[in-house]
């Protein structure tokens, strides 16, 4: 069978599955990959042996990662530094800056911590502001999930940007710096600034703000003051810094500094992506121990073993996506692809945008999407000579867009903070749209300077 009618069937196969059947996506992939080899007709021998190379592969690049950075971040939510680090964020830039507070609070925490943990710590935080300050609650929404959804799906080490860095060749820390370079503007732009306007638009609530300012509750200090009974903010944002800079300098050091130079070699080591997460894990768990042990669990050691069992989930997603994507690969769907790029005059760069903004708006999930995406684009835009850090970057922000009712996300404002599915739409779906399009606005402009811009290639 022709590869394109191969994958349009598969790729449908896969969508009914998640979408009308709700099948585990893990499954999904694992199925999907091998009916896609067999439409392809690659021999049943070989197949397997893509399959278990394409588990391996990922898991070599990313797994550890995976494990130590989830840890981590499960560590700095179950001790209450998450929380601590909003309401110091807040106490920082000022009331009248709060929708900005969140967002910022929103980007720096869903950095090392998965989207919907975060989402669900620092919500309360959204509800007991609202009751304070009168003001939109769906605006409050706007500005933390646009930020958190942003270097959730942008800013490494979270699983789905790393998986995308691991398997297109990008520099890990590079694809760090530029991923925070994509994602703070189109964070402020449609987190912050929307947020701002949303909360303005309608009648009544100006009102309401200085009925609540005249009554002194704008005055009241008692909810952003720090619980001694957990982690300072500054303690937390510290934690959170640690492996970034770790590897962040590594690489910086291996542009500036000679290959035998003695701070090449040392954080050559302790900036390795995986080192430097489990430095980080280590780490934390020693200075949060007081506050996981005894309440969460009777020793740390036993917190670890109890956190990474619920790691399992996301890496048989990442393993059995990279299953499917290694038999895309195999099947010559990008050979395909290039003879059809070439007749249509789609830009590589556009074509990886949109069409991980497809998948995640059809599948739900910004995980599968990348690795679906980075399968089919990613060896055929480094074919082309492109730099693998846009590529994997367009990809990245295809997948901030569209959050619909497919994905689960979505939910969560009407889940936690009592928003209808109209209001959700104004706060999540609109906000983050519009921010795919400008961190893909920020990545056009660093196209045109690739061949300049430093750790490009």
């Not at 867009?401 to 959700?424: C, H, I, Q």
């Amino acid at each position: 069978m022709n590869v394109l009618i191969a994958f349009v069937i598969t790729m449908a196969i896969l969508l009914v599955s998640l979408i009308v059947f709700k099948v585990s996506p893990g499954v999904s992939l694992f199925v999907c990959a091998i009916i896609m080899a067999l439409l392809c007709g690659l021999p049943l021998t070989d197949t397997l042996g893509y399959l278990t190379s394409g588990f391996g592969s990922i898991m070599t690049s990313i797994g550890l990662l995976i494990l130590f950075g989830g840890i981590f971040g499960m560590m700095l939510g179950d001790s209450g530094g998450m929380e601590e680090l909003a309401k110091g964020l807040l106490r920082t830039f000022g009331k009248k800056n709060d929708m900005l507070a969140l967002n910022l609070a929103g980007f720096i925490v869903s950095i090392p911590v998965y989207f919907g943990s975060a989402y669900i710590t620092l919500n309360p935080l959204v509800t007991s502001l609202q009751k304070f300050t009168k003001k939109k609650t769906s605006a409050y929404v706007a500005a933390l999930f646009t930020g958190l959804l942003l270097t959730h799906c942008v800013v490494a080490p979270t699983p789905g940007p790393l998986a995308v860095a691991g398997q297109i060749g990008a520099n890990v820390g590079w694809f760090i710096i530029y991923g925070i370079v994509v994602a703070l503007p189109a964070s402020l732009l449609c987190g912050w600034q929307y947020a701002n306007i949303l909360n303005s638009r309608g009648t009544g609530t100006g009102r309401e703000e200085k009925k609540a300012e005249a009554a002194g509750i704008l005055d009241d200090e008692e909810l952003l003051k720090a619980d001694p009974g957990k982690p300072s903010a500054g303690l937390t944002l510290m934690l959170i810094a640690l492996p970034i800079v770790l590897i962040v300098i590594n690489s910086v050091c291996g542009v500036l500094l000679p290959a035998e130079h003695v701070l090449n070699l040392v954080f050559g080591f302790l900036g390795n992506n995986n080192v430097a997460l489990f430095i980080a894990m280590i780490v934390s768990g020693f200075v949060l121990r007081g506050y996981l042990v005894p309440a969460i669990s009777p020793t740390l050691w036993n917190y670890i073993d109890k956190t990474s069992d619920s790691m399992g989930n996301i890496l048989m997603v990442i393993g059995c996506g990279n299953c499917f994507g290694t038999i895309l690969q195999k099947s010559g769907l990008g050979d395909a692809l290039v003879d059809l790029l070439s007749r249509m005059n789609i830009p590589v760069i556009l074509l990886a945008f949109v069409l991980a903004m497809i998948i995640r708006a059809a599948v739900g999930s910004a995980t599968v999407a990348m690795l679906t995406t980075v399968s089919i684009v990613g060896p055929t835009a480094v074919a082309m000579g492109m730099s693998p850090i846009i590529v994997g970057l367009a990809i990245c922000v295809g997948t901030v867009g569209l959050t619909l009712p497919t994905d689960a996300a979505f939910w969560m404002p009407a889940r936690y903070s009592n928003l209808t599915v109209k209001e959700a739409f104004v706060a999540t779906t609109y906000s983050t749209t519009l921010a795919s399009f400008a961190g893909f606005a920020v990545v056009l402009i660093l196209n045109v300077f690739s061949g300049i811009l430093p750790g490009m290639f």
